[in-house]
């Protein structure tokens, strides 16, 4: 990979979250922003991947014209110039507002050493030489844009660099000749130098950081049909102290994608700027999954007999509900019934300071299995409960948990007369902690995956919850190959 490709992972970490035409204008589900301590990281990062770089490139050959002392002119040739060594002392990566980020190389030293050689008519002469190379700085200009599609884009709009000194000490025969021509010699590397670095880093930004950032995915699947919608709403904004990336953070079904009814708020995130990456992901995110996984069907469920305890006080027969619903019994005489539960509604999230919180609403029909395998629908429950949702993330994926709350069982429609449905909560208590509530915290524990490019890491995490929205904050490691 290129120079800057592995130079900057910050800036790749500032569009690690990917602006499809109709959502342009709409509020982001999901906001990154990457403060002063992200950029400082990535220049940091930048220096040594940089370094590493320039000790693999190859300058090229050149020639020239020399006067050798009683013997008229000549002609000189400098070949096989590698970068021995090299020292990037300080560099700075700064936010450009409205347009993307400024790079900028300062104080730095770079060794090359290589072949001379001098030839005259019949003589031939060569050796060896060292040049070193001191004060470069170099400043680039990256512009920070997005696909129709969504995907990120980058661009070096300008590319400058200087070098302050440059010193050529050559040996072999004759190499003190060539010492006395050195201003001739240096000045010729040094536009030879000045010229290659930026067309080193220019070609590297549309040859390996702009196919890299094309790799993150627009859309990153959750599981066999839900799937994170991770385009960009607008392109990155930079203001003079951080860079904030807008996402689209809207879950959808992957077989059929249907418009969303629901609009994502609009995020004011608080001023923090301790860690190197904020992410703020408002209500939108969650509820857009909860309708998805609603229309999928994933929140319905069925209980029949064989699903309860086998020491349990109470069987799904009407033989066993003739103290509760007596009519039942005498109409349809041992017999097994079966509950069907569904939600007539997504469930939605809420966010309040401090707090998560959901309302699920379930209604049961109650049904007789006949002998004929039809079914006979009896009664009608409705269940309301209030239950608690913690939220964590880890290096890569936001997870999480629900903490069951009290139910509240009501009838809502009988065939088989009235009867007091709350002695049916404990029956449905048991079935709702010991089988619904393991089977969502099972896939909240498989949680969805943040949108980071390949080697982000984050650690040192930290989580708060506001009105409409989760703030996430965590320092970034780059994971070097």
């Known amino acids: 990979m290129g120079a800057l490709a592995g130079a900057l992972p910050s800036i790749l970490l500032a569009l690690l979250l990917t602006s499809t035409p109709e959502a342009l204008g709409a509020n982001p589900g999901l906001v990154a922003r990457i403060t002063d301590k992200g950029l400082e990281y990535a220049a940091q990062e930048g220096l040594l991947a940089l370094q590493s770089e320039l000790l693999r490139i190859t300058l090229p050959d050149f020639t020239g014209d020399v006067r050798i002392p009683h013997a008229g002119r000549g002609s000189y040739e400098f070949r096989s110039l590698n970068i021995h060594s090299c020292e990037l002392r300080h560099s700075a990566l700064r936010p450009v507002p409205g347009q993307g980020l400024s790079l900028s190389i300062s104080d730095s030293f770079i060794r090359v050493q290589g072949r001379w050689k001098v030839r005259k008519s019949f003589l031939k002469l060569q050796g060896s030489f060292d040049v070193s190379v001191k004060g470069i700085s170099i400043s680039v200009n990256l512009l920070l844009g997005s696909e129709s599609s969504g995907r990120p884009t980058v661009t070096a709009s300008s590319c400058s660099s200087d070098i302050d000194d440059v010193e050529v000490d050559m040996s072999g025969d004759l190499g003190w000749l060539l010492n006395l021509f050195h201003n001739q010699i240096e000045s010729k590397f040094q536009k030879i130098l000045k010229s290659r670095i930026c067309k080193m880093i220019q070609k590297s930004v549309s040859s ?10 627009v859309t990153t699947e959750i599981d066999s049909f839900a799937g994170i919608d991770y385009s960009l709403v607008e392109a990155p904004r930079a203001t003079a102290q951080m860079l904030e990336v807008m996402f689209k953070g809207e879950i959808f079904h992957r077989n059929h994608r249907s418009p969303v009814t629901l609009l994502a708020p609009v995020i004011n995130l608080p001023e923090e700027h301790n860690k190197m990456v904020y992410f703020a992901l408002s209500d939108y995110v969650f509820n857009t999954a909860s309708l998805v996984y609603h229309e999928e069907g994933y929140l319905n469920f069925s209980i029949t007999d064989d699903m309860i305890p086998p020491d349990s006080n109470i069987r799904l027969t009407t033989k066993s509900f003739r103290p509760i619903v007596p009519r039942l019994a005498r109409l349809h005489p041992n017999m097994n019934l079966e509950l069907q539960g569904s939600v007539p509604s997504a469930p939605l999230l809420n966010f309040s300071p401090g707090n998560l919180s959901v309302d699920p609403y379930m209604e049961i029909d109650a049904f007789v299995l006949l002998p004929s395998s039809s079914k006979e629908p009896v009664f009608r429950l409705t269940v309301a409960t209030n239950v608690s949702a913690i939220l964590t993330f880890n290096t890569s994926k936001i997870t999480g948990f629900l903490q069951p709350g009290k139910i509240k069982v009501e009838l809502k429609e009988s065939k088989v007369g009235l009867f007091n449905a709350e002695l049916l909560e404990a029956l449905l208590n048991y079935y709702i902690l010991n089988t619904l509530y393991p089977k969502f915290n099972d896939k909240l524990a498989e949680g ?34």
Request: glycine share 4%; charged share 15%.
């Open 208 to 217: 390996d950081l702009q196919p890299y950032l094309q790799t993150l995915p």
């Open 448 to 481: 969805f995956p943040l949108p980071l490019l390949k080697r982000v890491q984050l650690y040192d995490l930290g989580l708060q919850i506001h009105k409409d929205f989760l703030f996430l904050g965590a320092n970034v490691q780059y994971m070097r190959v």
